[in-house]
């Protein structure tokens, strides 16, 4: 009988303590194949599953996934109901797994606007997997940086803070993703080289990594490849190399 060999990874040197994804191409590989956008957004997710997964098992701490932006309204408003839709069921679906894996589930972005069934659901599976610790996932769902900045600043304002005491420590601690650490590592797929209004604060001195694959072809290898090329970058965060 024979059976499904795992393939093997050999460990890596060095590992980045947050990766930031730009899941770019879903609807060009939707195109590609004659199907409606959506399906590739589907497709998109199958994949954040697998991706999830290969961050789990090669010990990436956290990861934030950009899968709504603040500019992602402007799609056509059929676009926009699929996507939400697609969180909700994804939520149900795949909550029960993600719990089991270890994976503690986050939001990053602004609820307000979204329907009250999709926000219980988020609070749910937020809920739910509070406690784990193998990786946090950050879904970053009506996310923008500008807007992250802009609701920092207001909540800094509101709490009176003199001036003079405003540090990057203090923003830090205001942006939703207070307490974790800065993204190392942004990956965007499908050959686009923008930033598109992504962790930009926190990314101040991220490396990035272009793959010209479409998010849902860019599967575990890939995810690999972009981990090992993260360890070959000299990074001197401004200095010079040692
Ligand atoms: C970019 O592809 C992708 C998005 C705007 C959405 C990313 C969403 C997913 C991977 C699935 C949704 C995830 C959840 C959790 C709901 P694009 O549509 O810009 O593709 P294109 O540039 O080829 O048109």
């Not at 003199?162 to 990057?168: K, L, N």
């Not at 939703?176 to 590592?185: D, F, K, R, S």
Request: glycine content about 8%.
């Amino acid at each position: 009988m024979s059976k499904a060999v795992e393939k093997t990874y050999p460990p890596l040197l060095k590992l980045p303590q947050h990766v930031g994804i730009i899941m770019d191409g879903n609807g060009r590989w939707a195109r590609q194949r004659g199907m409606p956008r959506l399906r590739g957004h589907r497709a998109g997710v199958e994949n954040l599953r697998r991706v999830l997964q290969a961050g789990v098992e090669l010990g990436v701490p956290v990861v934030t996934l950009y899968a709504f932006s603040t500019e992602n309204w402007r799609r056509p408003e059929v676009e926009v109901r699929g996507l939400m839709r697609l969180l909700a069921e994804s939520l149900d679906k795949e909550v029960d797994e993600l719990h089991r894996n270890g994976v503690q589930l986050r939001h990053i972005g602004d609820l307000a606007p979204l329907s009250d069934i999709l926000k219980s659901r988020i609070q749910a599976a937020i809920e739910l997997t509070k406690n784990n610790n193998r990786l946090v996932a950050n879904i970053a769902f009506n996310y923008g940086g500008r807007q992250e900045i802009t609701a920092a600043v207001r909540q800094i304002v509101r709490e009176q803070i003199p001036p003079e005491d405003i540090t990057e420590d203090v923003i830090n601690a205001h942006l939703y993703t207070a307490g974790q650490p800065p993204v190392e590592l942004i990956i965007r797929t499908s050959g686009e080289f923008r930033v598109s209004n992504f962790l930009l604060w926190q990314g101040a001195y991220a490396e990035y990594y272009i793959s010209p694959l479409y998010w849902p072809d860019f599967d575990k290898d890939e995810f690999y490849k972009a981990l090992q090329a993260f360890g070959q970058r000299d990074r001197r965060f401004g200095g010079v190399s040692g």
